[in-house]
């Protein structure tokens, strides 16, 4: 049995193709291949092919699918059998097959495979498993099958797919295979025009190629050329999920209308890289007429006037006189100086616009040529009285737009929590359980791009590195470096997530790389214009955890714990707060040793104050771990207990430990009353009654605690049973008949 579902489904067995019928049946076909050796419930089949809301037919309709899946899957069986490949029971179904008879779970493997020869050092064999993990594609994945749950696994395998063609042509660089690697990344460009980690890629084989002639060829031919019926690249992006920018669609559309009255603009709409830029142009100017697409790329540097001549080619396809302004564009860049030049494209796009009004949209402008810069700036001087509209999407803080200004400029900001956890919803295959929901919303923190990467993996096998690597590729080998050692210094954050933004100070930065702050801060200025840290006074911040997590878990445990260790004693030196030394400790697997508790001991007081919850994690594991003097060892646990009671936790175990060592009458009353409260905090009140009235009966300890106790028990003996006039009366005597109880 042989399934194959990366591309146009098909089944073969033994050889020969079977054939499938409707597309709903195909569908649930899929389902249950991508559950393949698991029970799927029949209403998780009608969720995954309907949705929220399936007809009333769906469930009949499961029945009769399932009856002909079987025949088709056991042509020779007898229909009143049961069948071997398909069974249910218990209102579930499931297919018997091998994991590997489906080629999604062999593309999966061999992307694993891959994985372990990267991390064992062997190109050559990752070459050959990625080489072998794309020979498995036919096309779209799942092509034509309907339903929610199938076309969400189709833009997750989609993702995966591009990730491992992105690394194939990496691996065939390394490998000096270049012209190989640009055929590769060029296909990609024409497929995924707004991915900007493709286009960083492609910046690499380029640079080891022949320059310029091949690439000025491809736009001219692009952009005079019309379009045909495979994907063109001038064309608009797909038209993603988008939520959460209503009000940004609706200026575009405002600015479009303006445009087609003759009031014309230019508009510059910003933000991080996957802010989901694109995806807001491709919904709101998709479709529109005469609008033209661009996209700024290495290739595109290369040729002068490229970037608008694909915009205007796209934007006048098909439109006789549109070839002729084409052309006339197309043979500007050799008629004089590039100040003439400009002046000529100006009045090319003025004659364009005199037959209707147009729209001219680049995205990533700042990798636009020269030449299109200067056009786009002058332009952009005059489209107030023209019906012209200039789009252009860049990254914010990106050098080579000083001199382009614009009108209006829309800056996109992280996804709100609402909009956030719609994207999640609507990217993933099966909506996920809050905590996942959670994790997701925390790591991505309103990124359109790792928000949909999150909520399209498969829980528990997440690929963080395929997430992070696009952003993080174009960045120096010492700016990852560096970024490494914020994530590091970031660890315990990440091992115990919550609402607390990831990151370091500068002076921590400096105290473990022995480097001045100003060098930091020259060292990390390409990430930080990139938007991947953000700086404010002292603090660096990765602006979304998912980068940090991706750099520190890529980093090896053995590693992780050496270099938090030390870290630890970095900061220590230089009296950095004891939080912060101590979340190194904790943040891999530090062996804590009587040194370490040593300095735990000296800083506890001030480490209790500033971050109890940091210093309860540290006094667990020096009391189980470090090699303590008993009555080190004693002090830490009592220091422990205090803070388990003060943050409402089960303090009774810590407590009782050191009540039954000590000797220091103080401290043992100290804490049997600490045991006791807790039991009350828990609403555990004869277990609280018993040892106060334990503690009292023995009379030794001192009157302070003594007193504390006896107020205790006055607040709990409302909720103990018995005499409530006899408050002393164990509940094992009464419950035993020992003593008689009147009420």
């Known amino acids: 049995m042989d399934l194959r579902l990366l591309g146009p489904v098909q089944i073969r067995r033994d050889g020969v193709e079977r054939p499938l019928g409707s597309g709903r049946r195909i569908a649930v076909l899929c389902v249950l291949a991508l559950h393949a050796g698991r029970a799927v419930s029949r209403d998780r089949l009608v969720a995954a092919v309907w949705g929220d809301d399936p007809p009333a037919s769906a469930t009949g309709n499961v029945y009769t699918y399932i009856s002909t899946l079987r025949h088709l899957l056991e042509p020779g069986r007898d229909r009143w059998t049961g069948g071997r490949l398909l069974t249910s029971g218990g209102g579930t179904y499931q297919l018997h097959v091998a994991a590997d008879s489906v080629d999604v779970v062999r593309f999966e493997a061999l992307r694993e495979s891959a994985r372990a020869h990267r991390a064992a050092g062997d190109p050559v064999a990752e070459l050959a498993a990625v080489e072998s993990a794309l020979r498995l594609w036919r096309g779209v994945a799942l092509a034509g099958v309907p339903g929610p749950f199938v076309e969400a696994q189709r833009r997750r395998l989609a993702e995966l797919r591009l990730a491992t063609r992105q690394r194939y042509a990496d691996l065939l660089t390394v490998a000096g295979r270049h012209d190989e690697a640009l055929r590769v990344l060029r296909e990609l460009a024409a497929t995924h025009p707004a991915r900007e980690s493709v286009r960083a890629t492609l910046a690499v084989p380029l640079q080891v190629t022949a320059p310029g002639v091949e690439a000025a060829h491809t736009h001219a031919a692009a952009a005079t050329a019309r379009p045909g019926p495979g994907p063109a690249r001038t064309g608009p992006p797909e038209r993603p999920v988008l939520v959460g920018r209503r009000d940004e669609v609706r200026r575009l559309r405002r600015a479009a209308a303006g445009a087609a009255a003759g009031h014309g603009a230019s508009i510059r709409v910003e933000g991080a890289a996957g802010i989901g830029k694109s995806a807001l142009l491709a919904a709101a100017l998709r479709g529109a007429a ?160 790792y928000l949909r990467h999150l909520a399209a993996a498969v829980p528990g096998d997440v690929d963080l590195a395929a997430a992070v690597d696009p952003h993080l590729a174009p960045l120096p080998e010492q700016v990852r470096h560096r970024l490494r050692t914020v994530a590091l210094l970031a660890g315990y954050g990440l091992t115990a997530a919550g609402t607390e933004p990831v990151g370091c100070t500068l002076a921590e930065l400096s105290a473990v790389t022995d480097r001045s702050r100003g060098d930091l801060l020259r060292t990390l200025g390409p990430a930080l214009a990139a938007g991947i840290l953000a700086h404010g006074g002292d603090r660096l911040e990765f602006r979304h955890p998912i980068v940090a997590r991706a750099l520190y878990e890529c980093t090896p445990a053995a590693l992780r714990g050496t270099l938090h260790r030390s870290f630890a004693e970095r900061l220590a030196a230089c009296g950095a707060p004891p939080e912060r030394v101590a979340a190194q400790l904790l943040a891999g697997e530090v062996p804590l040793d009587r040194a370490t508790g040593e300095w735990l001991a000296g800083h506890i007081e001030l480490l209790a104050e500033r971050a109890p919850r940091i210093a309860i994690a540290a006094l667990d594991r020096a009391r189980t771990q470090a090699d303590l003097e008993p009555a080190r060892r004693l002090s830490l646990t009592a220091w ?98 020992q003593i008689p109880v009147l009420r």
């Open 640 to 737: 422990l207990a205090r803070l388990l009671l003060e943050q409402e936790r089960n303090a009774v175990a810590a407590a009782s430990w050191v009540a039954a060592r000590t000797t220091d009458l103080d401290l043992e009353g100290e804490m049997r009353w600490v045991a006791a409260r807790s039991y009350e905090q828990r609403g555990e009140f004869e277990a609280a009654a018993d040892i106060a009235w334990s503690a009292l009966r023995e009379h030794r300890l001192p009157p302070h605690w003594t007193g504390r106790l006896k107020d205790l028990l006055t607040r709990i003996r409302p909720h103990l049973p018995g005499d409530p006039t006899a408050p002393r009366m164990s509940r094992s005597a009464l419950v035993g008949g």
């Open 290 to 449: 005469r609008t033209g697409w661009a996209v700024g790329d290495e290739v595109a540097q290369r040729r002068p006037l490229g970037v608008l001549l694909e915009c205007l080619g796209s934007a006048l396809a098909g439109e006789p006189t549109g070839v002729a302004l084409v052309a006339q564009l197309a043979g500007l860049d050799a008629t004089g100086s590039d100040a003439e030049v400009a002046d000529r494209a100006v009045e090319v796009i003025r004659r364009a616009v005199t037959a209707a009004p147009l729209v001219l949209v680049v995205d990533d402008l700042p990798w636009a040529d020269p030449l299109t810069l200067r056009v786009w700036a002058m332009l952009g001087a005059q489209a107030r009285r023209l019906p012209l509209l200039l789009v252009a999407a860049a990254r914010t803080g990106a050098t080579g737009t000083e001199s382009v200004p614009a009108h209006e400029r829309i800056e996109l900001a992280p996804l709100g929590s609402d909009a956030a956890a719609a994207l999640v919803r609507a990217a993933a295959g099966e909506p996920p359980d809050p905590q996942r929901l959670a994790r997701i919303l925390h790591d991505a923190a309103g990124s359109p791009y």
